[in-house]
């Protein structure tokens, strides 16, 4: 899909490298690089693509401006994760794009549960993941980072 010239893709291997540089800069500026957040942005076709999920990127004239991905954890639950919009394109509306996107992905393969794990100093993500009808619920397991203090679950049709 295209608008304003910008088209989001899903995984191409030339855009691995905006993937891990998005997230990496967004992490260093707000929390600490932990090991799990480096094994999957250095190997996202093993840590989400293979296992049946998706990386999607925001590319306009073939530079990356935003990126997400979408981890399959099994038994129809999915992990929206590793949003990040570089900061030049923050006001375009690629975060709620690119997490439309992921809720099209759950859909379209009949996912029962799509969660994201994020922290409530980010106000603006959390206004974003409201809009979009996700919920804080309490976290049914352990969180998959330190720097994490909420759990959402997406609660269904988005909001218009």
């Known amino acids: 899909?295209?608008?304003?010239?910008?088209?989001?893709?899903?995984?191409?291997?030339?855009?691995?490298?905006?993937?891990?540089?998005?997230?990496?800069?967004?992490?260093?500026?707000?929390?600490?690089?932990?090991?799990?957040?480096?094994?999957?942005?250095?190997?996202?076709?093993?840590?989400?693509?293979?296992?049946?999920?998706?990386?999607?990127?925001?590319?306009?004239?073939?530079?990356?401006?935003?990126?997400?991905?979408?981890?399959?954890?099994g038994g129809g639950i999915y992990e929206l994760t590793k949003l990040a919009v570089s900061p030049a394109a923050q006001s375009l509306g690629l975060g709620r794009w690119l997490c439309e996107t992921v809720i099209d992905f759950f859909c379209a393969n009949n996912g029962t549960t799509l969660y994201l794990e994020t922290h409530n100093k980010l106000k603006p993500a959390l206004r974003l993941y409201k809009d979009l009808n996700f919920t804080t619920v309490r976290n049914p397991g352990d969180s998959h980072y330190d720097g994490c203090d909420l759990y959402m679950e997406w609660q269904g049709a988005k909001a218009k």
């Open 1 to 73: 899909m295209t608008v304003n010239l910008v088209e989001i893709t899903g995984y191409n291997p030339a855009y691995k490298q905006a993937f891990h540089d998005l997230n990496i800069a967004w992490l260093e500026e707000y929390f600490t690089v932990e090991p799990a957040h480096r094994q999957m942005l250095e190997n996202p076709e093993a840590e989400l693509v293979t296992g049946g999920g998706e990386v999607f990127f925001a590319v306009r004239a073939g530079q990356v401006l935003g990126t997400v991905g979408v981890r399959n954890a």
